[in-house]
Protein backbone atom coordinates (compact mmCIF):
# COMPACT_ATOMS: atom_id res chain seq x y z
CA UNK A 1 0.00 0.00 0.00
CA UNK A 2 1.33 3.56 -0.62
CA UNK A 3 -0.05 6.68 1.16
CA UNK A 4 -2.84 7.51 -1.90
CA UNK A 5 -4.07 4.45 -0.88
CA UNK A 6 -5.16 5.96 2.46
CA UNK A 7 -8.49 7.74 3.35
CA UNK A 8 -7.76 11.13 2.82
CA UNK A 9 -8.79 12.80 5.83
CA UNK A 10 -6.23 11.30 7.78
CA UNK A 11 -3.66 13.71 6.87
CA UNK A 12 -5.12 16.17 8.74
CA UNK A 13 -6.46 14.02 11.73
CA UNK A 14 -5.83 14.65 15.49
CA UNK A 15 -7.41 11.93 17.51
CA UNK A 16 -8.48 12.26 21.09
CA UNK A 17 -9.29 8.84 22.93
CA UNK A 18 -11.80 8.62 25.24
CA UNK A 19 -12.28 5.86 27.93
CA UNK A 20 -16.14 5.76 28.00
CA UNK A 21 -16.89 4.99 31.34
CA UNK A 22 -14.15 7.58 32.86
CA UNK A 23 -15.45 10.61 30.69
CA UNK A 24 -18.63 12.15 31.44
CA UNK A 25 -21.71 10.61 33.61
CA UNK A 26 -24.88 11.99 31.54
CA UNK A 27 -27.38 10.05 34.18
CA UNK A 28 -25.75 10.13 37.74
CA UNK A 29 -24.80 6.75 38.16
CA UNK A 30 -21.35 7.23 38.40
CA UNK A 31 -20.43 5.68 35.18
CA UNK A 32 -19.52 7.73 31.98
CA UNK A 33 -22.08 6.81 29.22
CA UNK A 34 -22.39 7.68 25.39
CA UNK A 35 -24.91 10.68 26.24
CA UNK A 36 -22.28 12.13 28.23
CA UNK A 37 -19.74 12.40 25.43
CA UNK A 38 -22.03 13.71 22.98
CA UNK A 39 -22.34 16.45 25.62
CA UNK A 40 -19.00 17.28 25.58
CA UNK A 41 -17.94 16.77 21.53
CA UNK A 42 -17.88 20.47 21.12
CA UNK A 43 -15.00 20.16 24.43
CA UNK A 44 -12.81 18.13 21.95
CA UNK A 45 -13.52 19.63 18.60
CA UNK A 46 -12.93 22.91 20.60
CA UNK A 47 -9.18 21.38 21.51
CA UNK A 48 -8.78 20.84 17.62
CA UNK A 49 -9.17 17.25 17.97
CA UNK A 50 -11.25 16.54 14.96
CA UNK A 51 -11.19 12.68 15.30
CA UNK A 52 -12.18 10.25 18.44
CA UNK A 53 -11.04 6.89 19.38
CA UNK A 54 -13.56 5.04 21.92
CA UNK A 55 -12.45 2.47 24.01
CA UNK A 56 -14.71 -0.58 24.00
CA UNK A 57 -18.33 -0.08 24.57
CA UNK A 58 -19.75 -3.12 24.03
CA UNK A 59 -21.91 -5.90 25.85
CA UNK A 60 -19.35 -7.20 28.67
CA UNK A 61 -19.22 -8.72 31.89
CA UNK A 62 -16.17 -6.19 32.37
CA UNK A 63 -13.57 -8.62 34.20
CA UNK A 64 -11.27 -6.21 31.45
CA UNK A 65 -12.82 -3.38 31.29
CA UNK A 66 -14.44 -4.30 28.20
CA UNK A 67 -11.96 -6.16 26.44
CA UNK A 68 -13.43 -9.14 27.23
CA UNK A 69 -16.65 -8.92 24.58
CA UNK A 70 -19.82 -10.60 24.62
CA UNK A 71 -21.67 -9.38 22.53
CA UNK A 72 -20.01 -7.35 19.54
CA UNK A 73 -23.28 -6.11 18.49
CA UNK A 74 -24.74 -4.54 21.21
CA UNK A 75 -23.52 -1.60 23.62
CA UNK A 76 -22.94 -2.41 27.46
CA UNK A 77 -26.23 -1.11 29.11
CA UNK A 78 -24.29 1.29 31.16
CA UNK A 79 -23.54 3.09 28.44
CA UNK A 80 -26.57 3.20 26.63
CA UNK A 81 -27.87 1.76 23.59
CA UNK A 82 -26.98 0.76 20.12
CA UNK A 83 -29.22 3.89 18.99
CA UNK A 84 -27.01 6.28 21.48
CA UNK A 85 -24.02 5.27 19.54
CA UNK A 86 -25.59 5.35 16.57
CA UNK A 87 -26.35 9.58 17.29
CA UNK A 88 -22.82 9.79 18.45
CA UNK A 89 -21.43 8.99 15.37
CA UNK A 90 -24.37 11.39 13.50
CA UNK A 91 -23.30 14.14 16.09
CA UNK A 92 -19.32 13.86 15.27
CA UNK A 93 -20.30 14.07 11.82
CA UNK A 94 -22.33 17.19 12.35
CA UNK A 95 -19.31 18.27 13.73
CA UNK A 96 -16.91 16.77 10.94
CA UNK A 97 -15.30 14.90 13.35
CA UNK A 98 -15.18 11.03 12.82
CA UNK A 99 -15.37 8.40 15.09
CA UNK A 100 -12.96 4.76 15.24
CA UNK A 101 -14.36 2.04 17.83
CA UNK A 102 -12.49 -0.24 19.17
CA UNK A 103 -12.24 -3.82 17.76
CA UNK A 104 -11.19 -6.78 20.15
CA UNK A 105 -10.55 -9.53 17.47
CA UNK A 106 -8.13 -11.99 19.13
CA UNK A 107 -10.25 -13.12 22.03
CA UNK A 108 -13.84 -12.55 23.87
CA UNK A 109 -15.23 -13.25 27.00
CA UNK A 110 -16.07 -16.21 28.29
CA UNK A 111 -19.30 -15.53 28.47
CA UNK A 112 -20.04 -14.91 24.82
CA UNK A 113 -22.73 -17.03 23.31
CA UNK A 114 -19.98 -18.28 20.49
CA UNK A 115 -17.70 -19.65 23.22
CA UNK A 116 -20.87 -21.46 25.44
CA UNK A 117 -21.43 -23.06 21.95
CA UNK A 118 -17.92 -24.25 21.27
CA UNK A 119 -17.92 -25.77 25.00
CA UNK A 120 -20.26 -27.82 24.25
CA UNK A 121 -19.37 -31.39 24.35
CA UNK A 122 -21.94 -32.19 21.33
CA UNK A 123 -20.13 -30.87 17.81
CA UNK A 124 -21.47 -27.89 16.49
CA UNK A 125 -20.90 -24.37 14.23
CA UNK A 126 -18.86 -22.99 17.02
CA UNK A 127 -16.83 -26.20 17.92
CA UNK A 128 -13.23 -25.17 16.54
CA UNK A 129 -14.89 -21.03 16.69
CA UNK A 130 -11.85 -21.53 19.97
CA UNK A 131 -8.26 -23.05 20.28
CA UNK A 132 -9.60 -26.28 21.89
CA UNK A 133 -6.88 -29.11 22.72
CA UNK A 134 -7.71 -32.78 22.36
CA UNK A 135 -8.18 -34.14 26.18
CA UNK A 136 -9.30 -32.08 29.38
CA UNK A 137 -5.55 -33.07 30.43
CA UNK A 138 -3.75 -31.97 27.64
CA UNK A 139 -1.85 -28.84 28.63
CA UNK A 140 0.27 -26.96 26.33
CA UNK A 141 3.04 -23.57 26.48
CA UNK A 142 0.45 -21.36 25.64
CA UNK A 143 -1.39 -20.29 28.58
CA UNK A 144 -4.78 -22.43 28.86
CA UNK A 145 -7.67 -23.30 31.06
CA UNK A 146 -9.16 -26.97 32.10
CA UNK A 147 -11.95 -28.69 34.03
CA UNK A 148 -14.39 -25.60 33.98
CA UNK A 149 -16.43 -26.98 30.51
CA UNK A 150 -17.86 -29.94 29.46
CA UNK A 151 -16.04 -30.61 26.80
CA UNK A 152 -13.30 -33.21 26.82
CA UNK A 153 -10.55 -30.28 26.38
CA UNK A 154 -8.30 -27.43 27.39
CA UNK A 155 -8.85 -23.84 26.17
CA UNK A 156 -5.76 -21.13 24.95
CA UNK A 157 -6.14 -17.84 25.97
CA UNK A 158 -5.03 -14.41 24.56
CA UNK A 159 -4.72 -13.05 27.32
CA UNK A 160 -6.77 -12.91 30.89
CA UNK A 161 -8.80 -15.97 31.89
CA UNK A 162 -11.59 -14.51 31.07
CA UNK A 163 -10.45 -14.01 27.78
CA UNK A 164 -10.74 -17.77 25.60
CA UNK A 165 -8.65 -17.57 22.11
CA UNK A 166 -10.38 -17.08 18.70
CA UNK A 167 -9.07 -19.52 16.21
CA UNK A 168 -7.36 -17.94 13.36
CA UNK A 169 -5.12 -21.01 12.95
CA UNK A 170 -1.30 -22.07 13.67
CA UNK A 171 1.32 -20.48 11.69
CA UNK A 172 3.47 -23.65 12.69
CA UNK A 173 1.99 -26.90 13.72
CA UNK A 174 2.82 -29.56 16.09
CA UNK A 175 0.01 -31.13 17.50
CA UNK A 176 -2.94 -32.90 15.57
CA UNK A 177 -5.56 -30.24 17.30
CA UNK A 178 -4.02 -27.34 15.24
CA UNK A 179 -5.68 -25.57 12.97
CA UNK A 180 -3.94 -24.58 9.74
CA UNK A 181 -4.61 -21.05 9.04
CA UNK A 182 -6.50 -21.81 5.56
CA UNK A 183 -8.72 -24.18 7.22
CA UNK A 184 -12.24 -23.39 7.15
CA UNK A 185 -12.69 -22.94 11.04
CA UNK A 186 -9.88 -20.24 10.29
CA UNK A 187 -11.85 -18.60 7.50
CA UNK A 188 -15.00 -18.80 9.66
CA UNK A 189 -13.35 -16.88 12.52
CA UNK A 190 -12.39 -14.18 10.10
CA UNK A 191 -15.58 -13.49 8.23
CA UNK A 192 -16.83 -13.35 11.68
CA UNK A 193 -15.11 -10.03 12.00
CA UNK A 194 -15.48 -8.70 8.52
CA UNK A 195 -19.63 -9.13 9.80
CA UNK A 196 -18.84 -7.51 12.98
CA UNK A 197 -16.90 -4.77 11.55
CA UNK A 198 -19.63 -4.08 8.68
CA UNK A 199 -22.00 -4.43 11.12
CA UNK A 200 -20.93 -1.30 12.84
CA UNK A 201 -19.64 1.17 9.54
CA UNK A 202 -22.78 0.01 8.52
CA UNK A 203 -24.22 2.13 11.49
CA UNK A 204 -21.92 4.88 10.85
CA UNK A 205 -18.33 4.39 12.31
CA UNK A 206 -15.39 5.53 10.59
CA UNK A 207 -13.04 2.61 11.22
CA UNK A 208 -11.20 0.60 13.92
CA UNK A 209 -8.57 0.77 16.25
CA UNK A 210 -7.53 -2.62 16.72
CA UNK A 211 -6.52 -4.65 19.75
CA UNK A 212 -3.72 -6.89 19.84
CA UNK A 213 -3.69 -7.14 16.27
CA UNK A 214 -0.88 -9.17 15.70
CA UNK A 215 -2.23 -11.45 18.50
CA UNK A 216 -4.38 -13.76 15.87
CA UNK A 217 -2.67 -16.33 14.43
CA UNK A 218 -0.33 -18.78 16.98
CA UNK A 219 3.27 -19.83 15.99
CA UNK A 220 3.51 -16.93 13.86
CA UNK A 221 6.64 -15.40 14.77
CA UNK A 222 9.40 -17.19 12.49
CA UNK A 223 7.93 -17.82 9.07
CA UNK A 224 11.53 -18.12 7.07
CA UNK A 225 14.65 -16.10 6.06
CA UNK A 226 13.49 -12.52 3.76
CA UNK A 227 9.96 -12.93 5.59
CA UNK A 228 8.70 -10.00 7.76
CA UNK A 229 7.18 -12.33 10.29
CA UNK A 230 3.98 -12.55 11.19
CA UNK A 231 3.44 -13.37 7.55
CA UNK A 232 0.05 -15.19 8.40
CA UNK A 233 -1.61 -13.00 10.55
CA UNK A 234 -0.59 -10.33 7.87
CA UNK A 235 -2.02 -12.26 5.23
CA UNK A 236 -5.76 -12.74 7.72
CA UNK A 237 -5.56 -8.99 8.05
CA UNK A 238 -5.00 -8.62 4.58
CA UNK A 239 -8.46 -10.67 4.08
CA UNK A 240 -10.11 -9.04 6.18
CA UNK A 241 -9.49 -5.43 5.61
CA UNK A 242 -9.29 -6.55 2.14
CA UNK A 243 -13.18 -6.89 1.88
CA UNK A 244 -14.23 -4.14 4.54
CA UNK A 245 -12.17 -1.60 2.42
CA UNK A 246 -13.27 -2.21 -0.69
CA UNK A 247 -17.07 -1.26 0.73
CA UNK A 248 -15.77 1.64 2.86
CA UNK A 249 -12.67 3.05 1.16
CA UNK A 250 -13.03 6.16 3.80
CA UNK A 251 -13.09 3.68 7.11
CA UNK A 252 -9.56 3.93 9.13
CA UNK A 253 -7.69 1.53 10.66
CA UNK A 254 -5.17 1.69 13.23
CA UNK A 255 -3.47 -1.19 15.21
CA UNK A 256 -1.88 -1.90 18.15
CA UNK A 257 1.26 -3.73 16.48
CA UNK A 258 3.87 -1.72 17.13
CA UNK A 259 6.10 -2.65 14.56
CA UNK A 260 4.61 -0.39 11.48
CA UNK A 261 6.70 -2.84 8.45
CA UNK A 262 4.28 -5.42 9.59
CA UNK A 263 1.22 -3.77 10.36
CA UNK A 264 1.11 -1.23 7.45
CA UNK A 265 2.46 -4.53 5.16
CA UNK A 266 -0.70 -6.31 6.63
CA UNK A 267 -3.10 -3.10 5.30
CA UNK A 268 -3.73 -0.74 8.39
CA UNK A 269 -3.42 3.13 8.05
CA UNK A 270 -1.95 3.62 11.25
CA UNK A 271 0.54 1.91 13.61
CA UNK A 272 0.89 3.16 17.11
CA UNK A 273 4.32 3.78 18.36
CA UNK A 274 3.50 2.41 21.96
CA UNK A 275 5.57 2.18 25.10
CA UNK A 276 7.29 -0.94 24.05
CA UNK A 277 10.12 -2.55 26.22
CA UNK A 278 12.40 -4.77 23.88
CA UNK A 279 14.40 -7.37 25.93
CA UNK A 280 14.24 -5.27 28.85
CA UNK A 281 15.09 -2.37 27.55
CA UNK A 282 12.65 0.86 26.24
CA UNK A 283 12.42 1.25 23.29
CA UNK A 284 12.40 4.69 21.26
CA UNK A 285 8.96 5.95 22.19
CA UNK A 286 9.76 4.83 25.90
CA UNK A 287 12.69 6.95 25.90
CA UNK A 288 11.11 10.08 25.03
CA UNK A 289 8.91 10.13 28.46
CA UNK A 290 8.74 7.08 29.81
CA UNK A 291 12.21 6.06 30.76
CA UNK A 292 11.29 4.54 34.06
CA UNK A 293 12.36 1.28 35.75
CA UNK A 294 8.89 1.54 37.86
CA UNK A 295 5.99 3.17 36.64
CA UNK A 296 5.24 3.96 39.65
CA UNK A 297 7.62 5.98 40.98
CA UNK A 298 7.38 9.23 40.57
CA UNK A 299 10.60 10.55 41.53
CA UNK A 300 11.95 12.85 38.69
CA UNK A 301 15.98 11.41 39.31
CA UNK A 302 15.14 7.94 38.55
CA UNK A 303 13.73 8.74 35.36
CA UNK A 304 16.02 9.20 31.94
CA UNK A 305 13.18 10.31 29.72
CA UNK A 306 14.64 12.31 26.75
CA UNK A 307 12.21 15.35 28.05
CA UNK A 308 13.39 15.04 31.81
CA UNK A 309 15.11 18.28 32.37
CA UNK A 310 17.77 16.42 34.92
CA UNK A 311 18.17 12.65 33.76
CA UNK A 312 17.14 12.65 30.28
CA UNK A 313 20.33 11.91 27.98
CA UNK A 314 20.61 12.76 23.67
CA UNK A 315 17.55 12.20 21.34
CA UNK A 316 20.18 9.52 19.46
CA UNK A 317 18.56 6.98 21.57
CA UNK A 318 15.49 7.69 20.12
CA UNK A 319 16.60 7.76 17.19
CA UNK A 320 18.45 4.59 16.69
CA UNK A 321 15.10 2.95 17.26
CA UNK A 322 12.30 5.65 15.14
CA UNK A 323 14.22 6.46 12.17
CA UNK A 324 14.86 3.02 10.78
CA UNK A 325 10.78 2.00 11.45
CA UNK A 326 9.90 5.44 9.87
CA UNK A 327 12.26 5.44 6.85
CA UNK A 328 10.82 1.60 5.55
CA UNK A 329 7.36 2.37 6.16
CA UNK A 330 7.03 6.46 5.54
CA UNK A 331 5.57 5.65 2.43
CA UNK A 332 3.01 3.09 3.05
CA UNK A 333 1.21 4.62 6.23
CA UNK A 334 1.25 6.38 9.43
CA UNK A 335 3.37 5.58 12.55
CA UNK A 336 1.98 7.47 15.19
CA UNK A 337 2.60 9.12 18.72
CA UNK A 338 0.50 9.12 21.26
CA UNK A 339 0.73 11.29 24.32
CA UNK A 340 -0.40 8.64 26.18
CA UNK A 341 -3.04 5.62 26.18
CA UNK A 342 -5.13 3.31 28.70
CA UNK A 343 -2.56 0.83 29.16
CA UNK A 344 0.18 3.51 29.73
CA UNK A 345 1.53 5.50 33.02
CA UNK A 346 0.43 9.19 32.38
CA UNK A 347 3.21 11.79 32.23
CA UNK A 348 2.09 13.83 34.78
CA UNK A 349 3.19 13.99 37.79
CA UNK A 350 6.36 12.31 37.30
CA UNK A 351 7.12 14.98 34.39
CA UNK A 352 6.79 18.66 35.02
CA UNK A 353 3.93 21.58 33.28
CA UNK A 354 7.30 22.39 31.45
CA UNK A 355 8.77 19.45 30.26
CA UNK A 356 5.42 18.03 29.39
CA UNK A 357 5.10 21.30 27.16
CA UNK A 358 7.89 20.32 25.50
CA UNK A 359 6.99 16.75 25.01
CA UNK A 360 3.72 17.95 23.51
CA UNK A 361 5.31 20.18 21.16
CA UNK A 362 7.34 17.65 19.44
CA UNK A 363 4.72 15.04 19.66
CA UNK A 364 2.30 17.12 17.71
CA UNK A 365 4.82 18.08 15.53
CA UNK A 366 5.95 14.26 14.50
CA UNK A 367 5.09 13.03 10.95
CA UNK A 368 1.98 10.23 11.56
CA UNK A 369 -1.62 11.08 12.95
CA UNK A 370 -1.23 12.11 16.78
CA UNK A 371 -3.39 10.54 19.57
CA UNK A 372 -4.10 12.77 22.37
CA UNK A 373 -5.11 11.05 25.16
CA UNK A 374 -8.46 12.19 27.44
CA UNK A 375 -7.28 14.55 30.58
CA UNK A 376 -3.53 14.90 29.37
CA UNK A 377 -4.03 18.28 28.03
CA UNK A 378 -4.82 19.63 31.15
CA UNK A 379 -2.33 17.40 33.10
CA UNK A 380 -4.21 15.32 34.48
CA UNK A 381 -1.86 12.57 36.86
CA UNK A 382 -1.83 9.41 37.01
CA UNK A 383 -2.30 8.09 40.39
CA UNK A 384 -1.65 4.86 42.09
CA UNK A 385 -5.37 4.03 43.20
CA UNK A 386 -6.44 -0.43 43.65
CA UNK A 387 -7.09 -2.01 40.74
CA UNK A 388 -10.32 -2.23 38.93
CA UNK A 389 -11.92 -3.85 36.27
CA UNK A 390 -8.88 -5.87 35.34
CA UNK A 391 -6.81 -2.75 34.89
CA UNK A 392 -4.21 -3.41 38.05
CA UNK A 393 -1.33 -0.98 37.26
CA UNK A 394 -3.35 0.68 34.50
CA UNK A 395 -6.29 1.51 36.34
CA UNK A 396 -3.98 5.04 37.82
CA UNK A 397 -4.40 6.40 34.18
CA UNK A 398 -8.02 5.44 33.74
CA UNK A 399 -9.51 7.95 36.59
CA UNK A 400 -12.57 10.28 35.81
CA UNK A 401 -12.24 13.18 33.39
CA UNK A 402 -12.04 16.63 35.62
CA UNK A 403 -13.79 19.66 34.18
CA UNK A 404 -14.21 22.22 36.87
CA UNK A 405 -14.46 22.46 40.41
CA UNK A 406 -18.31 21.56 41.23
CA UNK A 407 -19.03 17.43 42.94
CA UNK A 408 -17.16 15.32 41.59
CA UNK A 409 -14.76 17.92 39.70
CA UNK A 410 -17.92 17.54 37.09
CA UNK A 411 -17.76 14.16 36.15
CA UNK A 412 -20.73 12.64 38.04
CA UNK A 413 -23.45 13.99 39.88
CA UNK A 414 -24.04 10.37 41.63
CA UNK A 415 -22.31 9.38 45.35
CA UNK A 416 -18.44 9.37 45.76
CA UNK A 417 -19.18 5.31 46.49
CA UNK A 418 -20.98 5.09 43.17
CA UNK A 419 -18.30 6.50 40.99
CA UNK A 420 -16.43 3.69 38.53
CA UNK A 421 -13.33 5.27 40.00
CA UNK A 422 -12.42 7.71 42.30
CA UNK A 423 -11.56 11.62 41.58
CA UNK A 424 -8.79 13.25 42.44
CA UNK A 425 -10.59 15.45 45.35
CA UNK A 426 -10.10 16.61 48.67
CA UNK A 427 -11.98 16.07 51.62
CA UNK A 428 -14.21 19.37 51.59
CA UNK A 429 -15.64 21.74 48.51
CA UNK A 430 -13.70 24.92 49.72
CA UNK A 431 -10.32 23.10 49.95
CA UNK A 432 -11.26 21.89 46.26
CA UNK A 433 -11.85 24.94 44.79
CA UNK A 434 -8.43 26.22 46.34
CA UNK A 435 -6.50 23.40 44.90
CA UNK A 436 -8.05 23.62 41.38
CA UNK A 437 -7.73 27.42 41.54
CA UNK A 438 -3.78 26.60 42.35
CA UNK A 439 -3.55 24.45 39.55
CA UNK A 440 -2.89 21.42 41.90
CA UNK A 441 -5.87 19.81 40.71
CA UNK A 442 -5.97 20.29 36.59
CA UNK A 443 -9.21 20.94 35.51
CA UNK A 444 -10.56 22.16 31.99
CA UNK A 445 -12.84 25.19 33.47
CA UNK A 446 -9.39 26.46 35.25
CA UNK A 447 -7.37 26.37 31.95
CA UNK A 448 -9.97 27.68 29.79
CA UNK A 449 -10.04 30.61 32.22
CA UNK A 450 -5.70 30.98 31.70
CA UNK A 451 -3.99 32.21 28.47
CA UNK A 452 -0.83 30.51 29.41
CA UNK A 453 -2.79 27.15 30.64
CA UNK A 454 -1.55 23.83 29.17
CA UNK A 455 -4.56 22.97 27.67
CA UNK A 456 -3.82 26.25 25.80
CA UNK A 457 -0.67 24.97 24.52
CA UNK A 458 -2.13 21.78 23.11
CA UNK A 459 -4.65 24.45 21.25
CA UNK A 460 -2.28 26.21 19.89
CA UNK A 461 0.29 23.32 18.54
CA UNK A 462 -3.19 21.25 17.19
CA UNK A 463 -4.40 24.79 15.53
CA UNK A 464 -1.05 25.14 14.16
CA UNK A 465 -0.70 21.81 13.10
CA UNK A 466 -3.90 21.63 10.94
CA UNK A 467 -3.05 25.02 9.57
CA UNK A 468 0.35 24.20 7.94
CA UNK A 469 0.49 21.44 5.40
CA UNK A 470 4.20 20.70 6.35
CA UNK A 471 2.93 20.05 9.80
CA UNK A 472 -0.22 17.23 7.84
CA UNK A 473 0.39 13.25 8.71
CA UNK A 474 1.89 13.04 5.39
CA UNK A 475 4.87 15.81 5.31
CA UNK A 476 8.25 14.58 4.76
CA UNK A 477 10.73 14.43 7.60
CA UNK A 478 14.27 14.76 8.47
CA UNK A 479 16.59 15.33 11.35
CA UNK A 480 18.59 18.53 11.00
CA UNK A 481 20.48 18.34 14.29
CA UNK A 482 20.79 15.90 16.75
CA UNK A 483 24.37 15.68 18.77
CA UNK A 484 25.57 12.72 20.55
CA UNK A 485 26.62 14.87 23.50
CA UNK A 486 23.60 17.38 23.76
CA UNK A 487 20.16 17.63 24.59
CA UNK A 488 19.01 19.78 21.92
CA UNK A 489 17.04 18.73 18.78
CA UNK A 490 16.23 19.99 15.52
CA UNK A 491 13.93 18.89 12.27
CA UNK A 492 12.61 19.63 9.24
CA UNK A 493 9.00 19.05 8.17
CA UNK A 494 8.08 19.61 4.43
CA UNK A 495 4.95 19.39 2.12
CA UNK A 496 4.23 20.12 -1.46
CA UNK A 497 1.36 21.86 -1.74
CA UNK A 498 0.63 22.26 -5.27
CA UNK A 499 2.49 21.64 -9.15
CA UNK A 500 2.86 24.10 -11.36
CA UNK A 501 4.21 22.83 -14.50
CA UNK A 502 7.67 21.60 -13.07
CA UNK A 503 7.96 23.96 -10.24
CA UNK A 504 6.82 22.65 -6.84
CA UNK A 505 5.63 24.57 -4.34
CA UNK A 506 6.92 23.64 -0.98
CA UNK A 507 6.32 24.49 2.77
CA UNK A 508 8.51 24.24 5.18
CA UNK A 509 8.61 24.05 8.53
CA UNK A 510 11.72 23.78 10.95
CA UNK A 511 10.92 22.68 14.98
CA UNK A 512 13.46 22.70 17.95
CA UNK A 513 13.88 22.01 21.22
CA UNK A 514 16.42 21.92 24.33
CA UNK A 515 14.51 19.99 27.02
CA UNK A 516 17.92 20.84 29.64
CA UNK A 517 18.17 23.34 32.07
CA UNK A 518 21.43 24.50 30.43
CA UNK A 519 21.69 26.64 27.25
CA UNK A 520 22.56 24.41 24.31
CA UNK A 521 23.32 26.10 20.53
CA UNK A 522 22.88 24.66 16.71
CA UNK A 523 24.60 25.87 14.29
CA UNK A 524 22.59 27.91 11.60
CA UNK A 525 24.31 26.15 9.13
CA UNK A 526 22.34 22.94 10.58
CA UNK A 527 19.08 24.48 10.24
CA UNK A 528 18.34 24.50 6.25
CA UNK A 529 18.16 27.87 5.53
CA UNK A 530 16.87 29.37 9.07
CA UNK A 531 18.62 33.00 10.19
CA UNK A 532 17.76 35.76 12.37
CA UNK A 533 15.64 37.68 9.60
CA UNK A 534 12.41 38.66 11.09
CA UNK A 535 10.44 36.38 8.43
CA UNK A 536 12.37 33.92 10.65
CA UNK A 537 10.43 34.69 13.73
CA UNK A 538 8.74 31.83 15.54
CA UNK A 539 5.54 30.50 14.82
CA UNK A 540 5.19 29.32 18.84
CA UNK A 541 7.16 29.43 21.02
CA UNK A 542 8.27 28.62 24.99
CA UNK A 543 11.21 29.26 27.01
CA UNK A 544 13.99 32.22 25.82
CA UNK A 545 15.48 31.80 21.88
CA UNK A 546 18.00 33.88 19.91
CA UNK A 547 19.71 34.24 17.29
CA UNK A 548 23.62 34.82 16.80
CA UNK A 549 25.75 35.45 13.87
CA UNK A 550 26.31 31.68 13.43
CA UNK A 551 24.14 30.24 16.11
CA UNK A 552 20.88 29.58 17.22
CA UNK A 553 20.61 29.87 21.41
CA UNK A 554 17.80 27.59 23.00
CA UNK A 555 17.95 28.45 26.26
CA UNK A 556 16.31 26.02 28.94
CA UNK A 557 13.68 23.83 28.63
CA UNK A 558 12.83 25.50 25.39
CA UNK A 559 10.70 24.74 21.78
CA UNK A 560 9.99 26.55 18.76
CA UNK A 561 8.15 26.04 15.25
CA UNK A 562 10.03 28.08 12.39
CA UNK A 563 8.69 28.53 9.03
CA UNK A 564 10.72 29.18 5.99
Known amino acids: ?12 AVFYEIYPQSFCDSNGDGIGDIAGIIEKLDYVKSIGCNAIWLNPCYDSPFKDAGYDVRNYKKVAKRYGTNEDLKRLFLEAHKRDMHILLDLVPGHTSEEHEWFKK ?33 RDATYILNFFKCQPALNYGF ?22 MVDVMRFWLGMGADGFRVDMADSLVKNDDNNGEGSLGK ?69 PEHDHSYFNALGGGSICQFLDDYCPQYESTCNEGYFSFITCNHDTPRMAPRLSDRERRV ?96 LSW ?44 SDFRAEK ?22 NSKESNQALLQIGEISFNSSSLILGSQSFAIFKL
Not at 1 to 12: A, R, T
Not at 487 to 500: G, H, K, M, Q, T
Request: hydrophobic share 35%.
Open 118 to 150: SSSAEENEFTKRYIWTDSAFSGYSMPFIGGETD
Open 359 to 454: AFGMILTMPGVPFVYYGDEIGMKYRDIPTKEGGYARTGTRTPMQWDDSKNLGFSTAPKSKLYLPVEESSNASERRCLVKSGEIPTVSAQEECEDSL
Open 509 to 530: TIVVMNPSLSNESIPLDALAGL
Open 231 to 299: DNTIHAWQEMLGIVKDEYPQAAFVSEWGRPRQALAAGFDMDFYLNWRWDGYPNGYARLTRDVDNALDNN
Open 171 to 192: ANRDRSWQSSPESEEAAATRLS
Open 458 to 501: VRALIFLRHNRASLHANASWRVLHAPVNGRSFAYERCSVDSLEG
Open 1 to 12: MSLHDHPEWLKD
